[in-house]
């Protein structure tokens, strides 16, 4: 019984920056592993990023290390992505997701019991 609402995504340069946010509510966020997939078209979804329910521990995808920062506030019940140095291959619907049961970081999409609608980013070059 959660509920998650993207926002943020647009059209950037390659080499540009955006920051994407995910609202939640219907549960206590603190109590939510959050992670962000995302799917290009006739891609399958992937994982990207993932944040403990505290805050204090993160996991991202090889293709994103070092230019993305997944990061959280739960006063605020929202869960953002940061992606710095972006390039065309970034380019994808990028989903929000949360986990209510599992302990540790997943990046497997059936580890994750609430997704998102969904937001566009569009790389160009």
């Known amino acids: 019984q959660v509920q998650l609402v993207e926002s943020g995504g647009g059209l950037v340069q390659a080499g540009g920056s955006l920051r994407l946010s995910c609202a939640a509510s219907g549960r206590t966020f603190s109590s939510l592993a959050m992670g962000w997939f995302r799917q290009a078209p006739g891609k399958e979804r992937e994982f990207v990023a993932a944040i403990s329910r505290s805050g204090s521990s993160t996991y991202y995808a090889y293709s994103v290390n070092d230019r993305f920062t997944i990061s959280r506030d739960n006063a605020k019940n929202t869960v953002y992505l940061q992606m710095n140095s972006l390039i065309p291959e970034d380019t994808a619907v990028y989903y929000c997701?949360?986990?209510?049961?599992?302990?540790?970081?997943?990046?497997?999409?059936?580890?994750?019991?609430?997704w998102g609608q969904g937001t566009q980013v569009t790389v160009s070059a």
């Open positions: 997701a949360a986990d209510s049961s599992r302990g540790e970081l997943g990046s497997q999409r059936y580890e994750y019991d609430y």
